[in-house]
DNA sequence: CCCGTTGAGGAACGATCGTTCTTGACTGAT
DNA sequence: ATCAGTCAAGAACGATCGTTCCTCAACGGG
């Protein structure tokens, strides 16, 4: 019964990865939510309750699509150059963002934040047979690489060094 | 002539150095700037023009100083371990906010951030007699392990597999 | 001694923030 | 046809934002 909805709740949730992933939260009102996402104001808060709960919404859809499409991606990766660039070509702006600026705000946050980045940790060792210490590393230089914008292939001169070592 | 300031100005920018360093630029507010800093309102915007005009000034402080102490360090560091802890274990908190979360929307700080990782490549790269494109990928590491909050000498695997490298 | 200048101290501004309220449109079931 | 329930639409809320204005205190030069 009622009136039915008028917008699709995950289209409107990957809307909202892609504003919170391009700039801060905090650069992001609720009147550009509202504006991008085809829900109206009344519904944003109806369903999910506020500013911060749509923002966790968007942080955990971009955690269950992007990064896990990045670690199934990742189990295929037979050598370190691979997996660098499979980490470094993809669109991880919110878990960049949310791992800099909202975590140290908000433990909920960098509680997610924490277990993607041990998951792809995790995909990188298990892929590589390397120890999960050494694969924590690759996924911190391929973070400094996404945050330097990739200046120029940066990792390849590190893979190139990397790769006759496992 | 005239009434000589009560607050002083380099004091300010560098506690303007931490807050900012701490959290989010619009997690801080002028009320916050005037409560830490000494410095009153008026006095704020006459000498910094406006809340931007102050971060600019904490950011160039933040490289002048820190980043530059960082630097003359890493000259004496004379294997990959060294240089990779100096950075790792520096305080750079400013410069990390500042690539993530300012430098998208502002491009007067996006050149300062472009030119302090640019010299922190080149600190490197002369003291480990190194390539640059070499230098700026350990550079990209000890950001990803600060941006981490470094998890347990996360560093260490890796540079035990770089030192027989180079 | 008094005047011009500069900073301190707050009050106050308009704008925007996140959130809520009110009203009316649309639905399935009675 | 009517009623209860859900959503759309937008006005409106208090709070807080960055910024400006106004008044008084403290100095140096004539």
Redesign the pocket.
């Known amino acids: 019964?009622?009136?039915?909805?008028?917008?699709d709740e995950d289209e409107a949730v990957r809307a909202a990865v892609g504003l919170f992933g391009g700039r801060a939260y905090?650069g992001?009102?609720?009147?550009d939510l509202v504006a991008h996402l085809g829900?109206?104001?009344?519904?944003l808060?109806?369903t999910f309750g506020?500013?911060?709960g749509l923002y966790l919404a968007a942080l955990r859809r971009h955690l269950a699509d992007d990064v896990r499409r990045l670690c199934d991606a990742l189990a295929a990766a037979s050598d370190t150059a691979t997996a660098l660039r499979l980490v470094t070509s993809a669109d991880l702006g919110l878990l960049l963002l949310a791992a800099v600026e909202r975590a140290p705000a908000d433990e909920e946050v960098a509680a997610e934040v924490e277990a993607a980045l041990l998951a792809i940790d995790q995909a990188i060792a298990d892929a590589l047979a390397i120890p999960a210490e050494l694969a924590a590393a690759l996924t911190a230089t391929a973070l400094g690489i996404l945050l330097r914008g990739n200046p120029g292939g940066v990792g390849t001169a590190l893979t190139q060094r990397l790769d006759p070592l496992h």
């Open positions: 019964m009622g009136r039915p909805r008028a917008f905090d992001v009102s609720v009147d829900v109206h104001r009344n519904s808060y109806k506020s500013k911060r």
